[in-house]
């Protein structure tokens, strides 16, 4: 059966309505606000009647650097989910919502795989419930509005050489990374240099995933810094009062959206920030909403456990006031060969010393996430080339660092796939050994902050950072932003800033090359090595495959 392809397993799903997915969870059918047959927004009157209720479990899945093998943790998670529902829980998935850019680009979808998917699969990969494209335009609004006020005799003294706010599109797209704008003479307005980033690293998407309700998501949207004075006092989005149109545009985005999976589980799918450049979590809204319908939430965090689960913890935990009852950590046995020294196109043979050499770089992410206080467990996402001593291996060091080691086979057998890992999590979470606590207080300095989680999640040695980096950070300390947490933009393939630099490296430093408050959403980018706020495309881009058929259907996506 699993040699079918992901969009093949989807196509064939036997989807119910989504009425029925939302009346397992209690949600009455006027409260779901359909999009189609099988995908619904839940409406924000029914959300804000929840609140007194009591939370399910919240359980993390992170994963160790991804590398070319795959690690499936999207998969697991889907998997997990449907694991919990077949031994008796009510389970809720909670994903983000998947990019354009990547899925033409290289990466692919984000809906699972094999028998662990969330499906209407084409749609969530495409343009799902237009989220995106409302953030995509409210984000260029704000940069309409900007150059419009300069144009109109700019009565708030911006100094266009200081206009922070680029403009975004969900597409890689290297050629507008910087661009010239407001060429051709003065009907156009006073050119000034500015440029693109990826949708999913607007501020404005970091705003919708963190925001409470639609006031909040306003009031979040206003704080926004968009230019500075020739003084550098800042200019707000309020001061452009194009916050209240944005979140015009936003309205109906804020509302998670509810499809399920091939099991026909609920999962709420929202929110697509990138863990590399941006926070890497769904949304609070979908999280917190999920926690007062299901006994279990299971949520993931993206790329590997030093960006999506620091990130979930330090940013997302902290601001909703939320603490996780248990962390499962995905690995391969192909991973832990490729982070063992062996090339991709080798990793079929078995190779038990690679394996364990390889177990470095899970080991260090095990010992990262128990500096939260929260346990873990690793599953094993199963790959047919994986012989048993492989697995052996993999599960003996796992004992070695005082945790367990789960074989699962979701991909191939569905949730049953997943029944061991279930009841692992299940122990794990009644036995309320969860002692959540962030990485460093809210009161530490900036620069201290970015030194805290370079040294103890990258294990680096030290952070180089120019005399203006550090004069911006005092800045904005003054300016009373000093109690915001971190967001690192850094590669996801290592823990240092080098993409090739695999295993559990020592001796390295963090290279930070450039800082951008972000006062709406709540947190400071810093942005690391070579990292890209626009990815490009791959020589080879996915597009090229991607058609229609003669059914009408579409392929090449995945």
Known sequence: MSHKSDIEIAREADKLPIMEIGARLGIPAEDLLPYGHDKAKVGQSYIEGLKDRKNGKLILVTAINPTPAGEGKTTTTVGLGDGLNRIGKKAVI?????SLGPNFGMKGGAAGGGRAQVVPMEEMNLHFTGDFHAITSAHNLLAAMIDNHIYWGNSLEIDTRRVVWRRVLDMNDRALRQITASLGGVANGFPRE????????????????????????????????????????????????????????????????????????????????????????????????ALKLGDYVVTEAGFGADLGAEKFMDIKCRKAGLAPDAVVLVATVRAMKMNGGVAKADLGPENVEAVQKGCANLGRHIGNLKGYGVPVVVAINHFVSDTDAEIEAVKSYVASQGAEAILCTHWAEGGKGAEDLARKVVQLAESEASNFSVLYPDEMPLFQKIETIAKRIYHADAV??????????????????????????????????????????????????????????????????????????????????????????VEGLF
């Open 94 to 98: 909670c994903i983000r919502e998947a």
């Open 194 to 289: 500015t440029g693109f980033d990826i949708t999913v690293a607007s501020e404005v998407m970091a705003i919708l995933c963190l925001a409470r309700d639609l006031q909040d998501l306003e009031k979040r949207l206003g704080n926004m810094i968009v230019a500075y004075r020739r003084d550098k006092s800042p200019v707000f989005c309020r001061d452009i009062k194009a916050d209240g149109a944005m979140t015009v545009l936003l309205k109906d985005a804020m509302q998670p959206n509810l499809v399920q999976t091939l099991e026909n589980n609920p999962a709420f799918v929202h929110g697509g920030p990138f863990a590399n450049i941006a926070h890497g979590c769904n949304s609070v809204i979908a999280t917190t909403t």
């Open 464 to 553: 180089l950072a120019d005399k203006s980096v550090r004069a911006q950070l005092k800045a904005w300390e003054e300016q009373g932003y000093g109690d915001l947490p971190i967001c690192m933009a850094k590669t996801q393939y290592s823990f240092s800033t080098d993409p090739n630099l695999r295993g559990a490296p020592t001796g390295h430093s963090v290279p930070v090359r450039e800082v951008r408050l972000s006062a709406g959403a709540g947190f400071v980018v810093v942005i690391c090595g070579e990292i890209m706020t626009m990815p490009g495309l791959p020589r080879v881009p996915s597009a090229e495959n991607i058609h229609l058929n003669d059914a009408g259907q």
